[in-house]
């Protein structure tokens, strides 16, 4: 479990897996007496790796949230997907639904803790809490807000950053091809934003980007402008962007070899829907985020240096 987790209870998946009386030949050994396995349950062989977790309170809720936050804006760091001001990530509020936190404008992702995570109204961007110290990034409102209008129940974190394998891939305007088992978590699950308009200033491109993400898409690519990641958590968000920036970098790699006359396999439909149903699961992709986040924190200091400046942030309320 997480560091700063202090429940072991899961969410229930989201996405329910279906029960057989008796199993198909597709299923692949995932179905015990009768009942499919969770996506977690088939992945530990011994004890059951937990999921997502529960928190008595809503601070501690918000907490966990905000410390898992700065620990991805870390992983970002670490993985090179800074560049200058641009990039942020925001995340619902546990306790009002209305509200959303996102990072402050200027600071680098490296050095970002709870304490500097800014909270913003959804509705109407008026800045309700948080770090009041430093602005929020314009640009980065008028996308995430736009998002979380649209899908308010299943979306509670958004990523975007201007990543080097998700910019040089996306001016092609191509979604991804399903060439390796881990790419399989965006199958019939990403789009593309086939249009460019500039740094967004105005409403109508979040709108767009937003419609072009869809109702079900976990991920979207940005025409001459980079990526775009959403989850069930933070931890979901992050590391379906790191997922998607290696992606990209693969796709490229896979290219330049097709262009020399090297065929490419690409994994049949059937499979990647298999691999889909079996890895990209809120609980599991959860879990798929901790070893970067617990390298992170434990690197910072422990979970205090990560969780520094939250008791100081100001009070949240409803707008």
Known sequence: MAPSAIATETISSVSALKIHDKPAETDKGTVVEGKEKTPLEAISHGIVMPGIPTFPDYTSHRRHILVHMAATFR???????TEGQSGHISVRDPEFNGLMWMNPLGRHFGMLTAGDMICLDIATG???GGNTS???NAAGYLIHSAVHKRR?????????????AGRAWSVFARPLEMLNQDVCNFHNAHAVYARY???VFASEEGEHIAEALGTRNKGVILMNHGLLTVGYTVDEAGFMFGLLDRACAMQLQVEAAAA?????NVISDEEAAFN??????PNALYREAQ?????????AGGEAAVARGFEALKRVAAA
């Open 75 to 81: 992983f970002f760091a670490r993985s090179g997907f």
């Open 126 to 128: 008026t800045i309700v």
């Open 134 to 136: 430093r602005p929020a």
């Open 152 to 164: 308010p129940n299943d979306i509670h974190a958004i990523c975007h950053a201007h990543s080097n």
């Open 197 to 199: 308009e500039g740094i």
């Open 260 to 264: 020399n006359g090297i065929p490419k």
């Open 276 to 281: 889909f149903k079996m890895a990209s699961e």
């Open 291 to 299: 070893p970067d986040l617990e390298y992170e924190i434990e690197a």
